[in-house]
């Protein structure tokens, strides 16, 4: 998979990038986040943590938190813990007001780290989610093994992701959408040129679908599944260690 970046012009490698990008909207990100996806994104977030309500998870490990609205949702769960963890300072800072605000940092615990390079001991959680965030990792595959390092035997990942429709007429109205209107609503909102026009080049690189589940089976992980969104808008994966 060839790595797109948000700065092209840029020497810096695209974990670099992804964090400077994801600083420079922190700002604005859970309002485009809506705005654009017409508010869908809050339902398929609900619907990927329904999925884990079986398995009631006791420890939680959200990767790529940004600001901590997956992490929120899986309070829903009753864990005992939930830590998030991101490679963006801006996102992280959102992310704390909007719990000290709700009257949950006591609840989720958020801190600065590299998804793919991550500080838990082998075996330590019930349940990995991700939410929008292994598009934007560096080296998928590492991502996705020290997933399944950190997971627990028998714990269960639960991964939301960007996916590209295929039926047409769907496929066509989204792909105008997303390559001629939502960089233009980005740029003008986050004063970001580059952000917005990532995120399609981002999806449309990402191996989705049955290509992902190979990536998923390869590093380990079992009984995976994927289940399309919204006409395929988005799709959540399913693995178990």
């Known amino acids: ?3 797109v970046l948000p700065y092209k012009e840029q020497s810096s490698g695209k974990k670099e990038q992804v964090a400077d990008m994801f600083n420079n909207i922190s700002k604005k990100y859970d309002f485009l986040n ?9 339902l398929w977030r609900k619907k990927a943590i329904k999925m884990l309500k079986p398995y009631q998870p006791k420890v939680i490990l959200d990767i790529a938190t940004g600001t901590a609205d997956f992490a929120i949702e899986s309070l829903k769960l009753n864990p005992d813990q939930v830590i998030g963890v991101d490679i963006s300072e801006g996102m992280l ?10 009257k949950l940092d006591h609840k989720i615990e958020l801190r600065l780290g590299d998804s793919e390079k991550l500080l838990f001991d082998d075996n330590k959680f019930d349940a990995v989610i991700v939410s929008f965030g292994v598009r934007n990792f560096e080296n998928l595959e590492r991502g996705l093994s020290d997933m399944y390092r950190v997971l627990k035997p028998g714990g269960r990942v639960v991964i939301l992701e960007f996916s590209r429709p295929s039926k047409f007429p769907f496929r066509n ?3 105008f959408y997303f390559k001629a209107i939502l ?3 980005g740029r003008m909102v986050s004063k970001d040129g580059s952000a917005y026009t990532y995120l399609p080049e981002s999806v449309q690189a990402f191996p989705d679908g049955d290509n992902f589940l190979k990536i998923f089976n ?24």
């Not at 590093?219 to 969104?229: A, E, H, I, Q």
């Open 1 to 3: 998979m060839s790595s």
């Open 34 to 42: 809506h705005f654009l996806s017409l508010g869908i994104d809050i």
């Open 93 to 102: 800072d959102v992310g704390r007001k909007k719990l000290k605000e709700r």
């Open 173 to 175: 109205i989204y792909n």
């Open 183 to 185: 960089p233009r609503i």
């Open 218 to 241: 390869k590093v380990g992980f079992k009984n995976t599944k994927c289940k399309p969104l919204t006409l395929g808008v988005s799709s959540i994966y399913i693995g178990e260690k």
